[in-house]
């Protein structure tokens, strides 16, 4: 979702390689939404067909897996809802842990807005359904139309949105987490009929053995496997959806930052491989590597294209078919059921979100997105109008009546269509007439180096300019992995190298480390201090910082007085602020010139872009010549 604290560089939002990494995944959200409408028109063509009895065949044919007469027999569509589709759920859930422990939602400020809006997107569709099936068999509908299709909504999003719109993308994932747990706990709460016991025992023992295993800091992914594999079947046997068990397995894998001592260990471990190529040392490498990143971004990585591709286009085509035929489009157009689904999603999800994320902002409770407009949320809220994957399989569950389904999955399909053009007209005029156009961080250095206030390396008036925002505390910052050396090695006198403070709350001692750096830099010892810092990154308490003034020949005194200093503290916050004006919200966060850096900031990409940037500036002073 879903879903950095150095804060987790390769987050989608983020600058670098992030940014990078984020078009790629937009343009496979693109290409899943088109998948999934490829899908669910191939099935209501096929159901609606003179060969709709092969299409109800098919989904009806039995699959048994025994092993010495035990085991798990469902027919076809059963594996796709209740197989297949966990591996759906599985994916939230790593997305929501994983924007919980270092992404987006560390940070519980960030939460408050998105949280109302998702409850006034749910609660509001809910209501307006009810209003029109408010007793029998069709009330039982409501779940319907309080899910998101998070794969869905970001994939219009990628083809109907604004050209750039990362920060929109976030609101919504955080705003589609709440949506999806809430979803598959009325699925579990509300349309389970008959629990067994011991079922449920066995379900909470394998979901406390990830526990374990997170608490023992396990790395390799066979033991979370096997786990989640037994929850899974314990769950189909408890009664539960198997989806709980999806969703519930996957918040319990951790994710956590890369660790320094393990990059380097993994670096070091790869040189050795390098001198001596051999088997043994190449699976001893490989396991460094994989040790470097968390489980649960592994899974991450494996899973989604399997999910997006696979599994959600796999699941639509087996539950979007729909017989048309024999005036049957024409019964659900008249049924209360059709227009309580299509007045949920649409008009209520697009109402619900808006005031929502309204009511959270004029109260106070927090702000949107930097980049984002409140015609943005508009847009955003009527896309997730498409409840597609969720809503169906809560169709399934809420309705016995063939009927009352069919007309529940005619007001889903429906809904999918008119939500996106909803939203397209929401955007359109959201740019024309707010000039919210794209809904992304700034890309531009909001305030040009000043060599008179700025910590320059280099010729003031070199070819090229490198600016960092940076904090003592990172351990994958330039001067902390050696980039920067290799840079300016590099470029020697055409490099201007400048560095900015962004200390994160994140890091307890970056801010006093920021300040001792510029304290040293009253006595003339900036960059002497600047590198003691990053070679004790994790050693900047106040003593520490005594001894390394010290030991650079500083006066002590003097230092340790100039910390108290105000002017100090408002030069690290204006520091600060310019890297929110400039779109700076991670480090290293780099600019090349004054254009934000997106990519990898290993030293290879950092100077192949300051030399298409050398490029570009002599081509450009030729023509004005």
């Not at 699941?315 to 017989?323: I, M, Y």
């Not at 600016?467 to 020697?492: I, K, N, S």
């Not at 004054?594 to 300051?610: F, K, N, Q, S, V």
């Amino acid at each position: 979702m879903a879903v950095d604290r150095t804060r987790s560089r390769r987050d989608e939002d983020f600058t670098g390689q992030a940014g990078a990494a984020l078009r790629r995944f937009m343009r496979t959200e693109a290409g899943s939404a088109g998948l999934l409408v490829a899908a669910a028109v191939l099935a209501l063509a096929w159901a609606s067909s003179p060969w709709s009895a092969g299409y109800t065949r098919l989904w009806e044919l039995p699959l048994v897996v025994q092993l010495d007469g035990h085991g798990l027999s469902m027919d076809l569509h059963g594996w796709v809802s209740d197989g297949l589709m966990v591996v759906f759920f599985f994916l939230i859930g790593l997305e929501v842990r994983r924007e919980l422990a270092v992404g987006e939602l560390t940070d519980r400020r960030r939460i408050r807005v998105p949280l109302l809006a998702g409850v006034g997107g749910m609660v509001v569709p809910a209501l307006l359904y009810l209003a029109l099936n408010h007793e029998g068999e069709a009330a039982r509908g409501w779940g319907v139309v309080i899910g998101t299709d998070t794969a869905f909504l970001l994939g219009m999003l990628a083809l109907v949105g604004p050209a750039v719109s990362t920060q929109l993308r976030v609101f919504l994932l955080t705003l589609t987490v709440i949506d999806d747990v809430v979803a598959v706990t009325v699925i579990g709460v509300a349309y389970t009929d008959s629990l067994h016991a011991g079922a449920l025992v066995a379900v909470a023992a394998a979901l406390a053995g990830i526990v374990v295993l997170d608490r023992r800091s396990a790395w390799r992914s066979g033991p979370y496997i096997a786990l989640v594999v037994v929850a899974w079947l314990a769950t189909v046997y408890s009664g539960l959806h198997a989806s709980i068990a999806g969703m519930l397995a996957g918040l319990l894998i951790p994710a956590t930052e890369p660790q320094r001592s393990q990059v380097e260990a993994a670096a070091q471990q790869f040189h050795v491989f390098r001198q001596s190529p051999l088997p043994g040392l190449q699976r001893r490498t490989r396991a460094h590597l994989t040790r470097t990143i968390s489980v649960n971004e592994r899974f991450q990585a494996s899973l989604h294209g399997v999910t997006s591709y696979v599994v959600v286009p796999l699941f639509a085509f087996a539950n979007a078919g729909v017989d048309l035929r024999g005036g049957v489009l024409a019964e659900a157009m008249g049924s209360p059921v059709t227009w309580g689904v299509v007045l949920g999603l649409v008009v209520g999800k697009t109402l619900g979100i808006s005031a929502g994320a309204y009511a959270a902002t004029r109260l106070g409770l927090g702000r949107l997105p930097q980049g984002v407009g409140s015609g943005h949320v508009v847009g955003g809220a009527a896309l997730s109008g498409i409840g597609f994957t969720v809503a169906l399989l809560i169709v399934h569950l809420a309705f016995d009546d063939e009927a009352l389904r069919r007309d529940a999955v005619v007001g889903v399909l429906l809904s999918v269509v008119i939500a996106s053009v909803l939203g397209r007209v929401a955007f359109a005029l959201a740019a024309r007439y707010l000039g919210q156009r794209d809904a992304a961080l700034p890309t531009t250095l909001s305030r040009p180096v000043d060599p008179e206030r700025d910590h320059l390396r280099g010729p003031a008036d070199a070819e090229v300019t490198l600016v960092e925002y940076l904090d003592f505390e990172c351990p994958f910052c330039a001067r902390a992995t050696g980039a920067a050396r290799q840079v300016r090695e590099h470029f020697g006198d055409r490099l201007r190298y400048v560095v900015r403070n962004l200390p994160l709350d994140v890091h307890p001692h970056a801010e006093l480390a920021a300040l001792a750096a510029e304290a040293a830099g009253r006595q003339d010892r900036y960059w002497e201090m600047h590198d003691t810092l990053f070679a004790h990154h994790d050693e900047l308490e106040l003593e520490d910082l005594a001894g390394y003034a010290a030991t650079l020949g500083l006066d002590v005194e003097q230092f340790l007085r100039d910390l108290q200093e105000d002017d100090l503290a408002d030069h690290v916050a204006q520091d600060k602020e310019s890297a929110g004006e400039s779109g700076a919200r991670s480090t290293p966060t780099f600019f090349v010139g004054e254009r934000r850096h997106e990519g990898p900031w290993d030293a290879a990409t950092l100077i192949a872009a300051l030399e298409a940037e050398a490029s570009r500036s002599g081509r450009g002073a030729r023509s004005r010549r």
